[in-house]
């Protein structure tokens, strides 16, 4: 009989906890529309409760058929699978924004769905905001990096430019 006068409360702490305590809330921010090919920028802003936690793992999953190009901070990426992680505490964990970028596959259309989630002591909850993204056809002519004059191998421009100098460099030598 006491189970039956215990169990109500017992569910109605179990649903409010989470709520109240609510520590750190994730918000994504994604555009309406992305280009196949070309980089699409992602913004998390972290909002920290007053009960701040000793620490948040924030894990958001990049959708199939697009690529991880960078974070800000950096994020540890797992290819496997395609989640992005991070790991704030301390001096870090506070009101802040998380940018990452990544690029949809050329040729690919269509949605993609995005999803997160942080993680505390307390619990996990899913990341809010926007979820989806639409991804449009390349349009011919549109500017893509190489188009834009971006060359997708700056080090082997380097490097040519380094052995050209060192040539030049020995012939001058050689003269005098």
Do not use: C
Request: positive net charge; charged residues 20%; aromatic residues 8%.
């Amino acid at each position: 009989m006491l189970w039956k006068k215990i169990f109500p409360w017992i569910v109605l702490l179990a649903l409010v906890v989470p709520h109240v305590y609510a520590q750190v809330s994730v918000t994504r921010e994604l555009p309406n529309t992305a280009t196949g090919g070309e980089e699409l920028l992602v913004k998390l802003r972290i909002v920290v409760g007053e009960t701040k936690p000793s620490g948040v793992i924030i894990v958001e999953k990049i959708p199939e058929n697009f690529g991880y190009v960078t974070s800000s901070p950096e994020a540890t990426f797992n290819q496997v699978s395609r989640e992005l992680k991070w790991v704030l505490y301390g001096e870090n964990l506070k009101n802040k924004e998380i940018t990452y970028t990544v690029i949809p596959a050329q040729g690919f259309t269509g949605k993609a769905v995005f999803y997160g989630e942080t993680k505390t002591l307390v619990g996990t909850e899913e990341i809010t905001g926007d979820k989806e993204v639409v991804v449009v056809e390349t349009k011919p002519g549109a500017p893509t990096k190489e188009r834009r004059g971006i060359s997708s191998t700056p080090a082997t421009l380097v490097v040519a430019v380094i052995a050209l100098l060192a040539i030049a460099l020995k012939q001058w030598k050689n003269r005098g």
